[in-house]
């Protein structure tokens, strides 16, 4: 391989749970119950590396708490990918001024994509005094270490921030919030090198997990009674890729689709390059394997997509779309689009309405585009005015929204099986769940069980859920 795979031994680890122990020997003197705060901000990656923070912290003996004013600890998973989360983010790190100055052995620590970049790191060594331990992408598996580099000197900042192809570390403890459903990272770091996007930068290389680790982890987590597997990775459809094993993402969902029991499996994000035939086959022939796909298209501009270094054009794309349905006539799909990236037209931007409207998407994100230093987008002109760039926003925005409403409006009268995972925050409903494809569901009927499947009958619709009655 070209570059270099640093997999973190098991010793090393062993290292981290013994730190966790003594944190925990240590605190117990000092309080009767230290609490903690993961806040997360981003993606599902983020969210997955959450759970393992919190796990490293339980086994230094923290409960959570959701206050910030009552935290021992605060540690903030940040993201990079758009201007608007990282000034979100630091303007809830100032605001902890005034918990700190009420409580000074609080300790807050910054994690993530925002601080893997240099100018962040700089700008919080400098300018959020606050902050005790910044710690980046690569360095979360050695956390307890550098916590209790913070807790032995109080008087000490740690910067642990290393600019490197990436780590695999495997053991660590993980807290997960659901035992229903589950995020499981099979993957790390990005390759692709989108002209807009700051992901490869502040994640490293592509990188799989073994799949043995893999199944052990998805196995176990079917074992205590997981209904929902996310398989998570940046291009999923890559996998294997870079272990030279001849397995593709394909072959893993099959070995994953024959651990025996009831569940689902999901994953994103496909790019749309790496999509094949065989992967929609095998979704189709896996019968574990959920009907959705997220598969991104950021714009419907051949011009535009060869700028965002997408190497697909619409016409590609939309033939993928076709295959994927004719095997599989019931797939949800959902997807990504910027709008706005530096030198769109008035008549890129009319293409990607018209793929938009061609394609039906089940539900988008939609984003306009943030300029992100260091990625080449960022050199390109970008003549198009702020005001110009929302009213496309606006109007592709209105459009999606008005064939989500439709796409829903067809479930209405059916009968679908869903899986009961939370309570429903709708006050006219009891709980809610998720279709096969996906779909939000809030459920009359207070007999359905969480972490069940049950059949519900859909009897109406929204922009962005369904509603129905247990059968
Ligand atoms: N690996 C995933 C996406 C990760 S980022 C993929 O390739 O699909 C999630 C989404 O954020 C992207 O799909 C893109 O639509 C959006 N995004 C990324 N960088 C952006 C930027 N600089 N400005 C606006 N949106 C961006
Ligand atoms: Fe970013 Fe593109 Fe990689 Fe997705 S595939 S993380 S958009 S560079």
Known sequence: MAYKRTEISERDIQRQLDICKRIKERNDGLY????????????????????KIRGYLREMGYSFTQNE??????VINTCAVREHAEMRILGNVGALNHTKKKNPNQIIALCGCMVQQEHMAEKIKRSFRLVDLVFGTHELWRFPELLEQVMSDRKKRVFAIRDMEGVIAEGLPHARDSGIKAWLSVMYGCNNFCTYCVVPYVRGRERSRLP??????????????????????????????DLGMGMDFADLLRQINDIPGEFLIRFMTSHPKDATEKLFRTMAECEKCARHIHLPVQSGSAGILKAMNRVYTPEQYMALVDLARELMPDLVITTDIIVGFPGETQEDFEDTLRLVERVRFDAAFT?????????????????????????RFDRLLALQNAISGEKHAAYVGKVMKVLVDDVSEDERCD???????????????????LGEFADVKITGSSTWALFGELV
Do not use: W
């Not at 893999?214 to 890729?241: F, H, M, P, W």
């Not at 080449?376 to 970008?382: E, L, N, S």
């Open 431 to 449: 709980f809610r769940g998720r279709t096969n494809g996906g779909r939000l569901v809030h459920i009359k009927g207070e007999d359905a069980a």
């Open 69 to 74: 004013e009552e935290a021992d600890v605060i």
């Open 32 to 51: 009767s119950s230290p609490l903690a705060m993961v806040d997360t901000y981003g993606c599902q990656q983020n969210e997955a590396d959450s759970e």
């Open 367 to 391: 984003f306009i585009y943030s300029k992100r230093s260091g990625t080449p987008a960022a050199k390109m002109p970008d003549p198009v005015t702020r005001e110009e760039k929302q009213e």
């Open 212 to 241: 043995e680790d893999i199944l052990a982890e998805a196995k176990a987590l079917v074992e205590g009674g997981c209904k929902d597997i996310t398989l998570l990775g940046q291009n999923v459809n890559s996998y294997g890729r």
